[in-house]
């Protein structure tokens, strides 16, 4: 009798243990629609000024990070989404600024009279480089330095490029570090009048190779989150610089070519999704910039922004959406969060 009372209670509690930990699963499975792996951000024009916001990978969700009343833009994701890297004119010239993934804590991190910009992040997150005018003969030229000072190297900023050493070349930049870290990407015109897309060693900028040959405007490369790849925007089908830009992919030796956009108006600044199945990019077929959102082959187009005037101040020469950067997966920052709230319902 005893021994079957204690057989009765177990199943009971078995019975009672699974269907909790179903219920969890379930409710896990619902609260992630709340919690993103991954977001996007992006710069939207506000009174003919720049702004950053976030918003989830189906466009839902937009939160505004910076809220001054200056231009900031180019926001990067550092490698553990926890940060943002950006762009600001807020000092008088253009600096760089890191900010908490939620617009929080922002800082300056760059001082300089000459301009700092388009930041990237080292994959490691120790590091960023940048495009900078701080040298002679007014062209941009790509530096890297550590995030913070620490106590044995400093800041330790190295020059990576020399783009006056090259024909009549006024910039390197528009940069993009790979995921092993060892190469940077980035577009020059060393070799020519119009932008190629080069690959340069991330410690010295030793080991210099030029991946793209046309007559056309190859721009703003992009690393697939494998490292296999490289995103671009170019205006090569057709006639020379006919600024129709679309967006290329090929492998990171430069083979491999694929165009992946046919779209009226310029498509560029590609990024990728953490698991390489997506491309989010700026298209201009409305007359101004939109993000839109499509397969990494180029097929399931989807547009993502829709872009209202706030005032009736806003120059139409700037409005619209763009310059998007897909953050890392981001899942494992949210799952304490999904847990407490999981637990709370449980509780009530």
Sequence with gaps: MV???????????????LLFMYSCAVEKKELSHDFPTSLIAFESYIDGKSKIFTMKPDGSGIIQLTKNDYNNHWPRWSPDGEKIIFVSDQDGN???YLMNRDGSKQRRITNHPADDYCPIWSPDGSMIAFCTRRYNKGGSEIVRRNINAGETWGINLTRLTYSQDHHSAKADDFLSWSPDGNWIAFE???????????????????????????????????????????????????????????????????????????????????????????????????????????????????RLTFFKKMTDKNDDKYQGNGNPSWSPDISNLFSDQILQKIVFESDR
């Excluded at 021994?3 to 243990?17: A, D, E």
């Excluded at 015109?189 to 046309?214: F, H, M």
């Design 3 to 17: 021994n079957q009372l204690k057989s009765k209670l177990f199943t009971n509690f078995y019975l009672i243990s």
């Design 94 to 96: 253009q600096e760089i």
């Design 188 to 302: 020059s015109d060393r070799d020519r009048d119009d932008p190629e897309i080069y690959l340069i060693n991330a410690v010295d900028g030793s080991n210099a190779q030029r991946l793209t040959y046309t007559r056309a405007l190859d721009e703003v490369p992009t690393w697939s989150s494998d490292g296999n790849k490289i995103l671009f925007s170019s205006d090569q089908s057709g006639v020379p610089h006919n600024g129709n830009y679309e967006i290329y992919m090929m492998n990171n030796y430069g083979e491999n070519l694929r165009r992946l956009t046919w779209l009226e108006g310029q498509d560029t600044y590609p990024s990728m999704s953490p698991d390489n199945k997506e491309i989010v990019f700026e298209s201009w077929q409305n007359g101004y910039p939109e993000i839109y959102k499509m397969k990494s082959d180029g097929s399931d187009i989807k």
